[in-house]
């Protein structure tokens, strides 16, 4: 374990956001995380937990501990003819995770290739992308309860997964440490080419979990900025769900409005197109601006301050509401001083 005070986090955010935290601890095992339980000092502090720095703006410095799992073990809990289960520390990439088990031919998270981020981050935001999330592969999370140190097992059921949401996101569970994630794959073919961009492939007698994976990388490439050259906390907005009669109401009004059907009352729109309608793709306002190539994304042209990104997307959200009556929420978790918000 390790324990910096006053520590730059710059690095440390894919946003590039100068700000600092009062303590970064490194947390290198479920014991590392069980003694910090034990701390008296430690238990007093205002927390965060931080995964690859993706998805979350800081906004100004955190008084108080940021923590980060580190430990990016993999191994083999059980293995039959169909499938596998592996349990993989939290601090893996999830690129990297997503990389390895296609090259082994394992079916499951190739749709999600270059989603940035870990694991255990990616199993609390429930990330998802052409059609896959990361719920339809995880069986189980173990955690450590930072407050009392015990140790937690949640079944998939107990997460209770919805679009970008787990029972994780909850303030009730600020203090749960995930440490490890099971996640099974499969050895047959069950390749998902439902979106644009991969529907190519459907025709491929032999496809691969690898050739999928590449396909998105392609595709993602093709259209999303590089964090390392354009700081950016990846899709800013969540796509929103409406009701049958809003979307009645919009689709008489827009008739090549691009949507989902969620359930029979229930259609989802993408927020990419809602913003793009509104004439804010490629625009920009001192040092941050939405992707010229995605509105989806808002980015850090350089030297931007947190309040000009929480100034820009709160535009973009009351445009967004007075052209369609939908007020977007945003992806991206804020994080205040000294507060654990998830979504503002």
């Known amino acids: ?26 947390v290198e095992s479920k014991e590392d995380a069980q003694r910090l339980s034990r701390d008296e000092y430690f238990r007093t502090l205002p927390m965060m937990i931080k995964g690859g720095g993706s998805n979350l703006l800081f906004v100004g410095d955190f008084r108080g501990a940021v923590l980060h799992y580190s430990g990016n073990s993999v191994g083999t809990v059980e293995e039959n003819s169909d499938s596998i289960l592996f349990r993989v520390e939290a601090g893996k990439n999830w690129h990297e995770l997503v990389m390895e088990c296609a090259k082994k031919g394992l079916w499951g998270i190739e ?12 199993a609390v935001q429930n ?37 970008r949401y787990s029972i994780f996101k909850e303030i009730e569970q600020q203090f749960q440490l995930i440490y490890a994630v099971d996640i099974r794959l499969s ?3 069950k390749p998902n080419l439902d979106y644009a961009g ?17 396909k998105v990388i392609e595709v993602r490439e093709s259209k999303l900025p590089n964090p390392a050259e354009l700081p950016n906390g990846g899709s800013f907005f969540m796509n929103p769900i409406v009701n049958r009669q809003l979307f009645t109401h919009l689709l ?12 029979e009352q229930e259609y989802k729109i993408p927020a990419a197109w809602l913003i793009e309608q509104c004439g804010l793709k490629g625009i920009r306002q001192g040092n941050v601006g939405t992707y010229h190539k995605q509105p989806l994304v808002i980015v850090n042209y350089g030297g931007a301050y947190s309040h ?3 100034d820009f997307s709160d535009m973009i959200i009351r445009t967004v509401k007075e052209k369609f009556g939908i007020e977007l929420h945003p992806e991206v978790r804020f994080v205040r001083s000294g507060t654990q918000d998830s979504l503002r």
């Open 308 to 310: 000009e990104v929480v």
């Open 252 to 263: 008489l009004k827009y008739p090549s409005m691009p949507h989902y059907i969620v359930s």
């Open 111 to 122: 749709n999600l290739a270059l989603i940035p981020g870990e694991v255990g981050a990616a």
């Open 198 to 214: 991969l529907q190519d492939l459907a025709g491929i007698a032999d496809l691969t979990p690898l050739m999928v994976a590449q």
């Open 127 to 163: 990330i998802g992308a052409y059609g896959a999330e990361a719920q339809q592969v995880i069986e189980t999370i173990h955690s450590i309860d930072l407050e009392t140190g015990e140790e937690y097992i949640w079944r998939n059921a107990d997460c209770h997964y919805a679009y």
């Open 187 to 189: 050895k047959t073919a």
């Open 1 to 26: 374990m390790k324990i910096e005070q006053g520590y730059e986090l710059k690095e440390l955010n894919t946003f590039a956001m100068a700000c600092k935290a009062s303590y970064y601890i490194e």
